[in-house]
């Protein structure tokens, strides 16, 4: 595992800490959530795209 590997996965981790502090959980099964906005937004501000993150809980 590289550097990029691992500072990738703290950035997943940080996300998922956001979605849990959110309430956005059902994002991860619904992305017509009404909480997707701000799961996206976060997910760029962190350098990350839905594909990184979904299906990886």
Known sequence: MNI????KK???QMH???ISQ???QAWIV???HKYCG???AHLKCIGLSQNDTVKKL
């Open 16 to 18: 998922f800490e956001f």
């Open 30 to 32: 619904s992305t017509d």
């Open 38 to 40: 701000a799961n996206t």
């Open 22 to 24: 959110m309430d956005l």
């Open 10 to 12: 703290n950035r997943m």
């Open 4 to 7: 990029t590997d691992i500072d």
